[in-house]
């Protein structure tokens, strides 16, 4: 592991760092409960009286529902609530923000429980609570429910065909850049186009030009902890939601919009999250355990098992990609095109947006076109996913531009490093860059030991690529406590997903002049901070941290009054510096000074909020050496290393697990994973063991190289860190395996059918 | 519905009665009639290994055995695994190394590594990543789990005689 660093000193002094906690790597504050099982998570929530919920799911793809009997689970020993669709407000044509992007709440009041259609195999239609979750499983097994099937649309551009069966009557087609909408109903929800330059010309400018078409399949984010909610409706119409999201915010709203009560009714508490990735930020369960707790009297937890999760959460989409580029003699991009299609599953909402923003964002491209589709099919309503719309672009582009480095004989590497993004260039969707490291990683891999150790066995072979994701700001707000001794509580309202409570904890003690372990960071419910958007974005770090930093800075500001005031001094001649007050003749410590004022006057609480929206945006590039069978098609890491620039690393364990973590779910993505459908639209791999995501045994370990390329839009530096690493490890793969065995992949997963088969054809 | 039975089995060192149904998985009745979450849900299916506990000296999946099958068992759960005063060496070096992310597969990881390292005190990478196969973690790539792993098989081995390093 290396860490180039020379930018962390670069405004002090050479030797001493700039920092004294951040880029320290000190235990995380809740270590040691979630290493001896005490952290509570989701399921692990036991409210007093409650009883279990479970959902009935549709077998079908694509149906209508012509009507729903729920009379035999009713009188079933043991149930104490039935609910359906019936059970929750009409949700009438009101769009909402919701935490998350604009919600269309009759789509997502029906993704919760199916009103007149379901739209693809595992939509929840109707739920049961009961005594046990077995008497609730069985009760639910009795609803009768009479299904008009329908054919199901299962593939992208089969949907966009003019005679497709339409999912979504009041689906229109809206053109991106006007805002109008078609006249009749359609699959395509949306479609995007964004221009720069003189396409035409661009190509003519080429020497060599490349077109290829891609296909990628549906994956899953698969964390290992299912949904779950629990939930009491009290009488006096107070609503308790219990659950691990990555937005305790986002649930509230949800659940305020899609109940018909005011946001103060509800209250979320946030349990302890296992994994989201994206994928817990949207209610699928809170809504149905209201309602069945409302009629029941008593709290309701509704528990998902894996089969629901794979098949009636929100996966990524797959997606239909074209991509033309044209590189001039000198090994110049002059122009780039996109097409590209992206399943919104059974309700709009794709990332195809940031997939059209993503598809060419590591490249300086004088002249380019991106059109995007938003595509509705009969599969679970998509939801975000590590960089969300990123992965699928970039294996498209990285392909062809591997390809093109291959016509032109010249080092991938180094046709990266002529043609990247760097401060200044303008994407192509407008957007002109700030200062970003893109280059700074490519260098990084380039003087790697991995880059400079040569690859000599049979079939083994090296690839690169290079991915970028936005970064988020956002609203975040922290409440920092200080106690009579001097220690200090932090209340944040970002739920921990990954090690956050520590870094933002980090920046607040960094800029109060505190250690990290001084500090006790909690994450806690809607009733007990300001409002905070969600754990996404990769924002939390930056966001949050930022508001913890505020936080800090309004600390300061009331400590250097009152010290004043104590010390009886113009205020002017107190200042606070490295943790501690300085006066004209005194100076105390943070606690001593605490200790001093909690003895009287009112208590010492800083408030800390922001809402700042440069993030910087972030690039990584990695680097695969891989081996393939040729008898059988399975490809084998040997080696990776992942360079990616963050900022300013606050605790670089975390960022390397994130970098880590990153391009091991992006490994699984471009070798292994997808949705395996059968003709009727039912998913037949929906388990761990054939929706195989990597184990420890298909890795090997995975070298990140944090570059610190400092974001001038952060008062640390930060940019976030955890989803660039997911962007590029399906397209170095393919290059990889280009390089091993020279056949091209087109589709993913790069599984070992597939490579086997391109094998097979080369040969004959 | 068939009769609950009585099933007495040892949970942490303390001798425990409990009534189960046939029905009952060992890991329902860990996480709702004894109270030890620690042990999760991950698949039901005995795929993602979150509900790994050791019994009778081997680490295995609760989903997949009924709780009527425990009578008699020896189990360990993560509960038990901490001294009063401290932490395993296992914990130890998960929390040194970053080991865990969202920390749900933590828990099934530690007890799992606990019975190979019982078994194979001085393992090599190789031996570490196919032994742990059978627990699925989602966000840290694995790398920092297979180091923690390493360092506590070196701690465990400093502190006991009985770690003669394997000469092939």
Redesign the interface.
Known sequence: MATIDETRTAEGSEETPKYKVIGT?P??H???D????????G??IKVKGMIFGAVLRSPHAHANIKSIDTSKAEAFPGVRAVVTSADLPEPGDKIAELGEGAVVLNHLSSNNLARTKVLYKGHAVAAVAADNL?IAQEAASLIEVEYEVLPPVMNVLKAMEDDAPVLNPDVRTEEASTGETGDKPSNIAKHIVFEKGDLEKGFADAKYVVEREFRTSTVH??????HVATVLWNNDGQITVWTPTQGTFSVRSQMAELLHVPLARVKVVPA??????GGKISVYLAPAAAVLSRKAGVPVQI?M??ADVLQATGPTPGSFIRIKMGVDADGRLTAAEAWMAYEAGGYPGSPIGAGAMCVFSCYDIPNGRVEGYDVCVNKPRTNAYRAPGATNAAFATETVVDELCEQMGMSPLEFRLLNASKEGTRRIDGVTYPRIGLVETLEAIKNSEHYNTPLTGENQGRGIGSGFWFNAGLKSAVTATVNSDGSVGLLEGSTD???SRTAIAMQFAEAIGLAAEDIKPAVVDTDSVGYTDVTGGSRVTYATGWAAYEAAQDLKRQIVSRAAELWEVDPDLVSYEDGSVIGPDKSMTFKEIAIELSLGGEPLVGRGVSNHNEPGGAFGTHLVDVEVDPDTGKVDILRYTAAQDCGTAI?P??V???I??????GIGWGLNEEYWYDEAGSMRNA???DYR???????P??DPIIVEVPNPGHPYGVRGVGEVPIVPPPAALEAAIYDAVGVRMYELPMSPPRVLHELLKKES | MAKKRIVTATVNGREEEFLC?P?QTLLEVL?NTLG??????????G??G?CSVVIDGKAVNTCMVLAVEAEGANIE???G??PVDG?DP??EA?????A????????GF?MSAKAFLDENPNPT?EE???S????????????????AIQQAAETRCAQSASCEKETV
Request: hydrophobic share 35%; charged share 20%.
């Open positions: 790597r235990i995380r809740d270590g040691s979630k290493v001896t099982g005490r952290a509570l998570y399921a692990d077995h984010q698969g964390y290992i902890e299912p302890e999250i296992g994994g989201g990735f528990v098992d894996r997903i990954g090690g605790h364990a975390y390397e697990g994130q880590q973590g990153g391009a091991v779910q388990n761990f063991l995501i990597p184990t420890c045994y298909d890795l370990m995975i | 149904q029905r996480r030890l979450t620690g042990a999760k849900e991950g698949c039901s299916n795929n993602c979150a759960t993560i509960e695994l901490a932490l296992l914990q998960f929390l040194e190394n970053a865990l992310q969202c920390g749900i597969c933590t828990p530690i990478e570490i990543r196919f742990m196969a059978g627990n699925l973690c989602r966000c840290t790539g694995y790398d920092k789990i297979v180091r």
